[in-house]
């Protein structure tokens, strides 16, 4: 079974610039999640859909931040336009249908705003 | 105040020494407690999961949850430089949100041949 993947693994922007992120979630997966993590900083959630709705957006930063998962399979989040502050790795995870069910991880897009 | 507190180390041992890990907490409604590593560049990977108090044995782990203390251990016996890893304890509540895990900062092990 393939884990969750996302691309890029890394992008360098500008200030300003856009950059869209995107997180293929495990097969069979309903639940998909973006976390971040800021530099010496916990990892910290940012939303949650079930299929293609957003079931929990509160961990969005701002509106600078667009997050679609079309279809309920792959999700993209954008960020536009991108400032300083949003340098971080952007983890996806995803899980399924259950309370209990855990979260698995991807490996995480490194995005460093200059 | 931060949900979850961790130290975030350096912590260091000598391979085959037992290593103690830890995690407080402060609200009440987490339920379910993890124990996630991570390797340099990786995403975090699920070592442990509990749910309620008590202990949970996996091979040369043990997580251990104390939910009147609020708090939370993971123990490894005969440490491994494979064990070298950052250690991110987390947890979600049961309810209004529940899905939402919130971790902490993290631990850096490193076990020393």
């Known amino acids: 079974e393939a884990g969750v993947t996302q691309f890029p693994s890394h992008s360098v922007i500008e200030k300003g610039q856009t950059v869209t992120l995107r997180c293929d979630p495990i097969?069979?997966?309903?639940?998909l999640y973006w976390y971040r993590r800021v530099m010496g900083k916990e990892i910290k959630f940012l939303l949650h859909?079930?299929?293609?709705?957003?079931?929990?957006e509160s961990g969005m930063p701002n509106n600078r931040f667009l997050a679609e998962r079309t279809g309920g399979t792959y999700s993209t989040l954008k960020v536009q336009p991108a400032e300083l502050e949003d340098s971080g790795v952007y983890f996806c995870?995803?899980?399924?249908?259950?309370?209990?069910?855990?979260?698995?991880f991807g490996p995480g897009t490194r995005l460093t705003v200059l | 105040q931060k949900e979850v507190e961790q130290d975030p180390g350096p912590l260091s041992v000598p391979e085959g020494a037992i290593v103690s890990l830890n995690c407080t907490y402060s609200n009440s409604a987490f339920q379910y407690f993890m124990w996630y590593r991570q390797y340099s560049r990786k995403g975090p990977e699920l070592l442990m999961y509990t749910y309620s108090s008590g202990n949970k044995e996996d091979g040369r782990f043990t997580a251990q949850v104390d939910k009147s203390s609020k708090y939370i251990s993971l123990f490894i016996r005969d440490s491994q430089p494979s064990d070298s890893a950052t250690y991110l304890c987390a947890m979600r509540a049961n309810s209004g949100g529940y899905q939402k895990v919130t971790f902490g900062i993290g631990t850096k092990l490193q076990v020393i041949p």
């Open positions: 097969s069979g997966h309903d639940n």
């Open positions: 859909f079930v299929k293609e709705s957003k079931q929990d």
């Open positions: 995870a995803s899980s399924r249908r259950g309370v209990s069910d855990t979260q698995y």
